[in-house]
């Protein structure tokens, strides 16, 4: 099946602080979603972008899908950007499936 | 508002005793699935449904059961649960293949 690997493994940041987050995959993907996972567990849905560039207030993400891999862009981070950020991929199978990365969690300091 | 709605959120059960968590969603979308996740092994997908009555393995279905009689139902069915399948659950949709995929705000099951 598709390798989906995440780097860094954790991140410790200072509040006000930019970051980059990046995910490489091992094979064309037709799906490619970033999603935040809060403390208390829930998976928000950050960006749905299997290619090109999209902005959201201080995140902004981009895949450039013929090299296979998307990076997320956290600029002026808050403690309230900490959690755990996953990417997850869909390759168009028989089956239906997201695979997940392992995820990259990041801590925002005060 | 559009979302995918899990219940419980919490359940804290005994070993053998059949449980039901439900999953509905309102956006009216063809697929939909369930994962576990698990601290080191992440997210992992047990069943799918690309359908009303279609449904399908997925990583990890043993030890779990789960039905599609209506579009916005999606129910998943333990029906011995045992201590390794305490995990955290979450139930999700989209509108079809390659697609934005929502996910519910999970269910924390603890089998004892």
């Known amino acids: 099946g598709i390798q989906v690997e995440q780097s860094p493994p954790d991140l410790i940041l200072q509040e006000g602080a930019n970051s980059t987050l990046r995910c490489n995959f091992s094979?064309?993907?037709?799906?490619l979603q970033w999603f935040h996972q809060n403390p208390w567990g829930q998976l928000i849905n950050l960006f749905y972008?299997?290619?090109g560039t999209k902005q959201n207030g201080r995140l902004s993400a981009t895949t450039v899908a013929t090299e296979r891999y998307s990076l997320l862009y956290i600029s002026s981070s808050q403690t309230t950007d900490s959690g755990v950020y996953f990417c997850?991929?869909?390759?168009?199978?028989?089956?239906?499936?997201?695979?997940f990365g392992a995820g990259t969690t990041v801590t925002v300091r005060a | 508002e559009a979302q995918v709605t899990q219940n419980p959120r919490y359940l804290i059960t005994v070993t053998g005793k059949k449980l039901t968590v439900t999953c509905s969603q309102n956006?009216?979308?063809?697929?939909m699935s369930w994962y576990r996740q698990d601290p080191g092994l992440g997210l992992r997908q047990i069943y799918y449904?690309?359908?009303?009555?279609?449904?399908d393995k997925g990583d990890v279905p043993e030890g779990y059961k789960v039905s599609r009689k209506e579009k916005r139902n999606f129910p998943l069915i333990l029906e011995s649960p045992s201590p390794n399948q305490t995990s955290l659950y979450f139930c999700?949709?989209?509108?079809?293949?390659?697609?934005?995929?929502?996910f519910g705000q999970g269910t924390r099951l603890t089998v004892v």
């Open positions: 449904s690309m359908n009303v009555e279609v449904t």
């Open positions: 997850a991929v869909e390759v168009y199978v028989s089956d239906y499936k997201l695979s």
């Open positions: 972008i299997p290619s």
């Open positions: 999700a949709s989209s509108l079809g293949r390659s697609t934005e995929a929502f």
């Open positions: 094979d064309s993907v037709n799906n």
């Open positions: 956006m009216n979308h063809e697929y």
